[in-house]
């Protein structure tokens, strides 16, 4: 069977066979897997339950058992398929989020009854709601490091004293207990609140968001309750020792207060301040998750410029000027607010230069020549390898759990075993390797003798004996000769290891300060190194500590812009800017080289339909018939309720295309218009039917707020409760219907449709031919099925359910 039109229905004609009708529910990936076909020009057998067979030529399909066609009741239609490989799947369970305006009849009665004020007061109501996102956002991290510094505080005092008297008394085994005792109890707390309270709620957060802003819908994700457990669980999963940072879960915390603050009532608790209504929709909570992540990001690191392109970087395809400004006024209020309330703490109340949870300290000197950067840029190569390693290490990992560690006692045990081996591992580094350092040479706060002489204390205990961000400081500032090359090889392969298998554990943590960490022991070995080889040239192994830090970094998540600007900042020297980009540039190319970023991996094995930056090589020579769905459900415009109801309940879809004329073999109807699914529900949740009554809309006067009052919990098909006679009447859809959304012919290249989604932010695209009748509709899952090969050619991913 060779298919070039590629749609189901044209391969069910050429299998002989009916195709599917248009008012039965179609797995999504049968759709897909029939074009994969038929794109690949792969050869389908198609057989039936019933006699009246239609054999097409043999055909496999690249990743599922075969396909069949079914008799039910006399119709035709697609059975389920089973993925082969658990690979390259797409799921089809995530729903798209809506960026663009339906500029329908309430639309522009809305936009005409403005006043000057009115447009005045919701533009200051914008700049309000992000001013709340960057003090709210900013008061979260001041909470977050004040009770992970409080709750660190009593744990060290108590492992240290008990060191210190074990030493002499020959009972370590009970200082190595409580540790794991420690770690035990704080991790299991954060661990139950990940997975009783929210799942969602695991991890650094930062791929989640980087769905939600590409438009794809990742359930609870901005939730008040998943900002909760997010909080509280971060901050127990750093004090219970683990190989995790507490920065990446501040851009996720930051995006939910964004989501939050600006609809102005939390929808769980059905607490409706009945503010900010203007603000529910998609397209205006994007902009403000845009904001929260910025502010997250600002207060994570003090990194305002940072902030501002870490949403740009990630959310880049749909960016205005006003929102720029808007989300800098966030990072900027959220650093403000956290400097401001940190300088309280410490009884500095005028100090505003705490801007971020984490600083890498004053820098005396960061000079550098050619010679430097040549070999920096070589330190970047071992960032783009490590990385690569680390984010291979994790993905088998990652499959390893998804296939082996699914139940909640699974993860729980999971969770405390890996803090229970950190322990484990962190003690025997510190028993193990005898390295020592003068009193004083580092800040740290509870200094573990152990069998140094008396006047210094354990060097590995600085890297471990603290919490990882303060362990970096040690690493980038401490003095020449602290650290011997043996004892940070031999802290960095197992905290590596721990690390690697650390992310994705069922606690909240960030992959920020153990990358930084890695780095910076590996990149100070270098240092020393070469203040070995070279002592008058090579002076300050700190600076290449600093470095280190940044390849390790980049080449697990290969963010380059942003990356750049947020360690510029946190170093807080912009001369030094110049090797920290050459290092990251470095690192991203050769960690591209074998394969994609930490967070794009994750996502991935998420089988989120994530569209990326650019459309796949390519794709100009398919087109938009090749892409589509078809035959379309239509509605037409005065429709009746009982075949809406009967559609929504039989079809899974958001869209309708409105059509007028007849509907029948070769005639598709002409486009009016396009209504989604909320909006039908809302019709049918209000009455709104008018059976064809031209008054019936002044004696029945409805606006944009009555839909967006449901935003954005849309009740369910079956949650509506009609009568019999409601079901006889109809509704006359073109005054909510969009009449102008975006369209194509049917002879666009995928890459332009493409563009247009990635751009724009859609959701729909109708295909029509050159009568203005509908013959297909394209999705936003339509579109991420299609990838590059390593060679350059296009590929088709199918869907699982
Ligand atoms: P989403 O929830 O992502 O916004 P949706 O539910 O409307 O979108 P998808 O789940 O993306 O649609 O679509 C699944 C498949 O169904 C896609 O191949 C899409 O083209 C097709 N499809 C969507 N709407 C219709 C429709 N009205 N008629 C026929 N096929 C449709």
């Not at 004609?13 to 897909?32: C, M």
Request: with cysteine; aromatic share 10%; charged share 15%.
């Amino acid at each position: 069977l060779n298919n070039p039109a590629g749609t189901a229905a044209s391969a069910a004609a050429a299998a002989g066979v009916p195709a599917a009708s248009s008012s039965r529910p179609r797995a999504t990936s049968d759709y897909g897997s029939i074009r994969a076909s038929a794109l690949h020009q792969a050869r389908l057998r198609i057989e039936s339950d019933v006699d009246c067979v239609s054999y097409a030529p043999d055909v496999t399909v690249e990743g599922t058992e075969r396909q069949r066609l079914v008799d039910n009741s006399g119709e035709w239609y697609f059975e389920s398929q089973h993925a082969v490989s658990g690979e390259e799947l797409l799921s089809a369970k995530f729903e798209s989020l809506d960026y663009d305006t339906c500029e329908n009849s309430l639309w522009a009665a809305e936009d005409q009854s403005r006043t000057v004020w009115d447009l005045r007061r919701i533009e200051l109501c914008r700049w309000l709601v992000h001013l709340l996102i960057g003090v709210v956002t900013g008061a979260i991290a001041f909470f977050i490091d004040v009770c992970i510094e409080q709750l660190a505080k009593v744990k060290y005092r108590y492992m240290k004293s008990m060191l210190d008297r074990c030493i002499f008394h020959d009972c370590l085994i009970y200082a190595l207990l409580l540790w794991i005792a420690f770690n035990f109890i704080f991790v299991l707390i954060a661990s139950c609140l990940t997975v009783f309270g929210e799942p969602v709620a695991a991890g650094s957060g930062i791929p989640q968001i980087k769905c939600f802003l590409n438009g794809i819908q990742v359930p609870r994700v901005v939730r008040l309750r998943t900002l909760v457990c997010k909080v509280l669980g971060v901050l127990f999963s750093v004090v219970g020792g683990l190989a995790v940072g507490k920065e990446g879960p501040m851009i996720h915390s930051g995006s939910v207060v964004g989501a939050g603050l600006s609809q102005g009532r939390a929808a769980s608790f059905k607490f409706d301040l009945g503010i900010f209504e203007y603000f529910r929709t998609d397209a205006e909570k994007r902009d403000f998750v845009s904001g929260g992540a910025a502010a997250g990001v600002a207060a994570a690191f003090g990194a305002p410029v940072g902030g501002v392109l870490f949403a740009l970087e990630e959310g880049a395809s749909f960016w205005n000027q006003g929102l720029t400004w808007r989300i800098f006024f966030s990072s900027m209020t959220s650093s403000f607010t956290l400097a401001f309330l940190l300088g309280f703490y410490r009884g500095i109340p005028n100090d505003l230069s705490n801007p971020g949870l984490i600083s890498f300290g004053k820098f005396d000197k960061l000079d550098y020549d050619l010679l430097h950067l040549a070999i920096f840029a070589c330190m970047g190569v071992v960032g783009g390898l490590s990385g690569a390693l680390f984010n291979t290490l994790n993905e088998h990992l990652t499959k390893f759990r998804h296939r082996y560690v699914t139940s909640k006692l699974g993860q729980l045990t999971e969770a405390v075993l890996v803090a229970s081996i950190t322990a484990v591992t962190s003690f025997v580094l510190i028993y193990t390797v005898r390295s020592c350092q003068p009193l004083g040479s580092d800040q740290m706060e509870y200094p573990v003798q152990m069998y140094c002489p008396d006047g210094k204390f354990s060097s590995m205990a600085a890297l471990l004996f603290q919490t990882p961000e303060a362990a970096v400081r040690s690493l980038l500032h401490d003095p020449v000769g602290t650290y011997s090359v043996t004892g940070l090889i031999a802290f960095c392969l197992p905290y590596l290891l721990i690390a690697t298998w650390t992310y994705g554990v069922m606690v909240p943590s960030g992959l920020f300060i153990p990358s930084l960490l890695i780095g910076a022991a590996w990149g100070r070995g270098v240092g020393i190194g070469l203040n070995l080889l070279f002592p008058t040239h090579f002076t300050d192994p700190g600076k290449f500590a600093l470095i280190g830090a940044a390849a390790q970094l980049g080449g697990i998540v290969r963010m380059t812009i942003s990356l750049s600007v947020i360690l510029i900042e946190a170093t807080g020297n912009v001369l030094f800017g110049l090797p920290i980009m050459v290092v990251l540039m470095v690192a991203k190319w050769v960690g591209d080289y074998f394969g994609t970023g930490i967070y794009d991996m994750h996502i991935e094995l998420a089988s989120v339909p994530l569209l990326p930056w650019e459309p796949p090589s390519r794709s100009a020579a398919v087109s938009a018939q090749a892409v589509m769905s078809s035959p379309v459900t239509c509605l037409y415009r005065q429709e009746r309720v009982s075949r809406i109801v009967e559609i929504l309940r039989a079809e899974p879809h958001n869209g309708f295309p409105v059509v007028s004329g007849d509907l029948g073999p070769g005639t598709f109807g002409t486009f009016e218009g396009l209504v989604t699914r909320n909006q039908l529900i809302c019709l049918l949740d209000m009455r709104l039917f008018d059976d064809g009554d031209p008054n019936f809309h002044l004696a029945n006067p409805v606006s944009l707020s009555d839909f967006r009052r449901v935003y954005p919990r849309f009740p369910s098909v079956r949650q509506l409760q009609l009568s019999e006679a409601d079901l006889m009447k109809s509704v006359d859809l073109g005054r909510y219907m969009n009449p102008a959304p975006y369209m194509v012919l049917h002879t666009c290249s995928l890459a332009r449709i493409f563009r247009l989604f990635r751009g724009l932010g859609l959701r729909h695209l109708v295909v029509i031919d050159h009568r203005n009748q509908v013959v297909g509709l394209v999705t936003r899952k339509d579109l991420a099925r299609f990838r590059a090969t390593h060679t350059g050619d296009l590929k088709e991913l199918q869907f699982t359910g």
